[in-house]
């Protein structure tokens, strides 16, 4: 069955400096992989998705991801932190289980920036 | 930018009583999606509709839940009679394909408390 693993609930950076939030997949198939943020009070909003085309992904607001087959990972990164960027961030897969895809969420990361 | 559209924002709603949530999903979207997130805890997948029928649905959408699309616009989550266990953030959201490679777009929530 595929999932999804955060390696970290929680992340703190300075303004300025490099983000990286970690997710590993485990999947039958050959996934397609999110990544959503939630501020505060608000909705789920995607960042970016990987779909089996270029490994490398860039999303929204500066973000990027890299997915690694042999590694089974998908992590995220953004090269200078802002403080709007503090939020919950959710790694997610899709996949063909019982014939329709439905996500999977990671358990969410959530980004502290300090200034 | 399209977005899915959810009311009320948040419900307070007594032990037992009956509730629907609505959804206003993206208007050439086909595939549609509740998902709840109960307080502290992971985004969990509730139920999938597609062509006016329910696609495929967790084991907690149990007989307390139904899914209807009464108008052709709106897509509503009715849940019978609210146990406490039932207060969490609902979220619709709505794909054009299917979500594989286009990914959902996920409505505000739906924060509700049962008391």
């Known amino acids: 069955a595929q999932s999804v693993t955060q390696l970290d609930s929680h992340v703190s950076v300075s303004e300025g400096t490099p983000v990286l939030l970690r997710c590993n997949y485990s999947?039958?198939?050959?996934?397609?992989l999110f990544w959503y943020v939630q501020h505060p009070n608000k909705g789920l909003q995607l960042l970016l998705k990987y779909t089996s085309a270029a490994t490398l992904v860039k999303g929204i607001n500066g973000f990027e991801a890299e997915f690694k087959k042999s590694e089974t990972s998908f992590h995220l990164t953004k090269p200078s932190a802002h403080m709007s960027d503090a939020a919950e961030y959710f790694c997610v897969v899709s996949d063909r289980d019982s014939g329709t895809y439905k996500y999977i969420f990671g358990t969410g990361t959530r980004l502290k920036v300090l200034a | 930018e399209p977005e899915v559209t959810q009311t009320p924002s948040h419900q307070v709603t007594q032990m037992g009583q009956e509730v629907i949530l609505r959804c206003v999903p993206i208007?050439?979207?086909?595939?549609f999606y509740w998902y709840r997130q109960i307080l502290g805890q992971k985004v969990e997948f509730l139920v999938s509709?597609?062509?006016?029928?329910?696609?495929?649905k967790s084991e907690i959408f149990d007989d307390q839940f139904s899914v209807e699309r009464p108008d052709g616009s709106n897509f509503t989550l009715k849940i019978r009679s609210t146990k406490l266990e039932d207060s969490a953030m609902y979220f619709c959201?709505?794909?054009?394909?299917?979500?594989?490679?286009?990914?959902?777009?996920f409505g505000s929530g739906t924060r509700l408390t049962v008391v």
């Open positions: 959201a709505s794909s054009e394909a299917g979500g594989r490679r286009d990914g959902y777009t």
């Open positions: 208007s050439n979207h086909l595939y």
């Open positions: 999947s039958s198939y050959s996934p397609s």
């Open positions: 509709f597609y062509n006016n029928e329910i696609s495929e």
